[in-house]
């Protein structure tokens, strides 16, 4: 496959989850901030998913202040901001219609359809009229888009480049919201961490709760520990659970797959980059990870992730300076 239509594949999967998990970060919050006291605003928090997202300067060049209406704005709307939803979408967009003859005609007609759709709900004010419900709406069409892919595309390199794409996209956006969730709720310190011992941190059932519906984890959850929401089980259940679909050890193990699978001759190292980070978690225990502080952990994940991307970008894909 010529590494451009690898690339505009790669990138379109990719853009489209990122789409889907800026709504989940932000439906969090949004749920979250419901159920705080009148007199309290979820600053904090709003403050906490830019920083994490490592978009603050960005905000502060045109907010001045950190509020739900600004931040959803901005991660929504706002066509400056290369990680809010519109600028997702589009570039999902844009990637399908460079490579319309490599999609079968109804991947690009979903693709195609959202971008219309969400036009429309914007200038409707959807988002702020119910943020909830609009939430729901971008994740449902990219569970649309993911299943139209897989289900009449060919079983080939096309495929196999997307499922990199999103997968990538999905282990980045897992470690960053259970990043985000712990950085909201402890005040940007690292709950667990050395000379910490077993305390377990007590918190609000519905701060949890929202947080694993957010990430479609909330039945999982109790089907799997069956007891009252616990942060490290949280923890465990979206690191190293290997048949949870959003956890860390299952995107990684999808990455790994499908890597094998348009392996070159130039990417070895990559794929031993992909083999070590999935046995590290496949291998890993939760009291192990919180024993060295989770915050910590979460963040060299985040550094091995960009890393590995970088790798893929220069075995398969379109070099930077293309």
Same mark, same amino acid.
């Given at each position: 496959?010529?590494?451009?239509?690898?690339?505009?594949?790669?990138?379109?999967?990719?853009?489209?989850?990122?789409?889907?998990?800026?709504?989940?970060?932000?439906?969090?919050?949004?749920?979250?901030?419901?159920?705080?006291?009148?007199?309290?605003?979820? %600053?904090?928090?709003?403050?906490?998913?830019?920083?994490?997202?490592?978009?603050?300067?960005?905000?502060?060049?045109?907010?001045?202040?950190?509020? $739900?209406?600004?931040?959803?704005?901005? !991660?929504?709307?706002?066509?400056?901001?290369?990680?809010?939803?519109?600028?997702?979408?589009?570039?999902?967009? $844009?990637?399908?219609?460079?490579?319309?003859?490599?999609?079968?005609? %109804?991947? =690009?007609?979903?693709?195609?359809?959202? =971008?219309?759709?969400?036009?429309?709900?914007?200038? $409707?004010?959807?988002?702020?009229?119910?943020?909830?419900?609009?939430?729901? =709406?971008?994740?449902?069409?990219?569970?649309?888009?993911?299943?139209?892919?897989?289900?009449?595309?060919?079983?080939? %390199?096309?495929?196999?480049?997307?499922?990199?794409?999103?997968?990538?996209?999905?282990?980045?956006?897992?470690?960053?919201?259970?990043?985000?969730?712990?950085?909201?709720?402890?005040?940007?310190?690292?709950?667990?961490?050395?000379?910490?011992?077993?305390?377990?941190?007590?918190?609000?059932?519905?701060?949890?709760?929202?947080?694993?519906?957010?990430?479609?984890?909330?039945?999982?959850?109790?089907?799997?520990?069956?007891?009252?929401?616990?942060? %490290?089980?949280?923890?465990?259940?979206?690191?190293?659970?290997?048949?949870?679909?959003?956890?860390?050890?299952?995107? !990684?193990?999808?990455?790994?797959?499908?890597?094998?699978?348009?392996?070159?001759?130039?990417?070895?190292?990559?794929?031993?980059?992909?083999?070590?980070?999935?046995?590290?978690?496949?291998?890993?225990? /939760?009291?192990? /990870?919180?024993?060295?502080?989770?915050?910590?952990?979460?963040?060299?994940?985040?550094?091995?992730?960009?890393?590995?991307?970088?790798?893929?970008?220069?075995?398969?894909?379109?070099?930077?300076?293309?």
């Amino acid at each position: 496959m010529l590494s451009r239509t690898a690339d505009h594949l790669f990138w379109m999967a990719r853009y489209m989850e990122r789409a889907e998990n800026t709504a989940r970060m932000l439906d969090v919050h949004y749920r979250a901030a419901m159920l705080l006291p009148a007199n309290e605003t979820g %600053e904090e928090g709003w403050k906490g998913m830019l920083s994490i997202t490592e978009l603050t300067a960005a905000y502060q060049a045109k907010f001045d202040t950190v509020n $739900e209406a600004n931040v959803i704005d901005f !991660m929504v709307r706002d066509e400056s901001n290369s990680s809010s939803i519109v600028s997702c979408l589009r570039a999902a967009r $844009e990637n399908a219609r460079a490579v319309r003859g490599t999609l079968t005609t %109804e991947v =690009w007609e979903t693709q195609n359809q959202t =971008w219309l759709e969400f036009n429309r709900l914007i200038r $409707e004010g959807a988002a702020h009229e119910d943020a909830g419900k609009f939430f729901e =709406w971008v994740k449902f069409r990219s569970h649309l888009s993911r299943g139209v892919t897989v289900g009449t595309m060919l079983q080939d %390199e096309s495929l196999h480049f997307q499922r990199i794409g999103t997968f990538l996209e999905r282990a980045d956006s897992t470690a960053r919201m259970l990043d985000v969730k712990f950085y909201a709720l402890t005040g940007g310190k690292d709950f667990f961490g050395p000379g910490k011992g077993k305390e377990v941190m007590e918190v609000d059932f519905y701060h949890w709760s929202a947080l694993l519906r957010s990430m479609s984890g909330f039945e999982i959850y109790r089907r799997v520990y069956r007891s009252v929401i616990r942060p %490290e089980k949280v923890a465990d259940l979206m690191i190293l659970k290997p048949d949870m679909p959003r956890s860390l050890v299952h995107c !990684m193990h999808e990455v790994l797959a499908n890597l094998r699978l348009v392996a070159n001759a130039q990417s070895a190292g990559t794929l031993r980059r992909a083999g070590r980070m999935h046995a590290d978690l496949e291998f890993a225990r /939760i009291d192990e /990870i919180l024993a060295t502080g989770l915050h910590a952990y979460l963040n060299q994940f985040l550094d091995r992730i960009n890393e590995l991307g970088a790798d893929i970008a220069r075995d398969f894909l379109v070099p930077v300076d293309a």
